[in-house]
C-alpha cells in the first residue's frame, strides 16, 4: 500500500495499492486538470493493475504448487535417505556377517587340513602295521614251517639212533659170533 502521509495521489487519481505505484509522468501532471486525461490514466493503471492481480495471482498458485512440489520432492529425498540409511546398515550387517562366515570357514579349512594330516599319517601308520603283519606272518609261517621240518628232522634222528643202536647191537651180536659177510671182492670179517 502506499503511505498516504509521505505522498499524496495526484488530485483525480486513486491509489491502487502496491508499491509499484508509479506516478504518471510529469507532462501529464501539468494536464491534470482536464478531466479526460486523469481518466485515461486512472484506466490505464486500473488495467495494469488488473494485469498484475491476475499476474499476482498465476504466481502465487505456481508458487503453491512449487512449494507443494518440492515438499513432495523433500519427503520422497527423506524417505530415500531413510532407505539408503537402512540398506547401509543391511550392507554393513551382511559384510560383518560375511567376515564372521569367512572366519568360520578358514577355521573349518584349518581343521580339515589338520584332519586330512591325521589321516595320512594314520594311512602311513596303517601300511607300515600291514607290512609289519605281512612280515610277521610271513616269519610265523616260516617258522612254523621250520618247526614242523625241525619235528620231522628229529623224528627222523630218532629213528636213524634206533635204527642205529639195533645196527649197532646187531653187529656186536655179529662179532660175538665171528660174523664174516662178502660183498663181491670186498669181504668184511668181525673177530673178536
Known amino acids: 500500500m502506499v503511505d498516504e502521509q509521505d505522498d499524496k495521489p495526484p488530485r483525480n487519481i486513486l491509489s491502487l495499492g502496491g508499491e509499484d505505484y508509479e506516478p504518471p509522468p510529469s507532462d501529464l501532471e501539468s494536464s491534470s486538470d482536464e478531466p479526460e486525461e486523469t481518466t485515461r490514466i486512472v484506466a490505464l493503471h486500473l488495467h495494469k493493475w488488473t494485469d498484475a492481480r491476475e499476474s499476482l495471482a498465476r504466481l502465487e498458485t505456481e508458487l503453491r504448487s512449487s512449494k507443494e512440489d518440492i515438499r513432495r520432492a523433500v519427503e520422497y529425498a527423506r524417505g530415500l535417505e531413510e532407505e539408503c540409511d537402512r540398506l547401509a546398515d ?28 591325521q589321516y595320512q599319517h594314520l594311512v602311513e601308520r596303517l601300511e607300515t602295521l600291514s ?22 628232522l628229529t623224528s627222523r634222528l630218532h629213528e636213524l639212533e634206533r635204527d ?12 660175538r659170533q665171528g660174523f664174516r659177510v662178502d660183498l663181491g671182492p670186498l669181504s668184511i670179517e668181525l673177530k673178536r
Not at 564372521?100 to 570357514?105: A, D, K, P, R, Y
Not at 607290512?131 to 619235528?151: D, F, K, T, V
Open 131 to 152: 607290512g609289519i603283519r605281512g612280515r610277521y606272518h610271513l616269519e610265523r609261517g616260516r617258522r612254523e614251517q621250520a618247526q614242523e621240518q625241525n619235528q620231522a
Open 90 to 117: 543391511l550392507q554393513h550387517e551382511t559384510q560383518h556377517r560375511i567376515g564372521e562366515v569367512q572366519s568360520e570357514l578358514a577355521e573349518e579349512r584349518g581343521r580339515r587340513l589338520e584332519l586330512e594330516e
Open 164 to 175: 642205529l643202536e639195533s645196527m649197532t647191537e646187531a653187529l656186536e651180536e655179529a662179532r
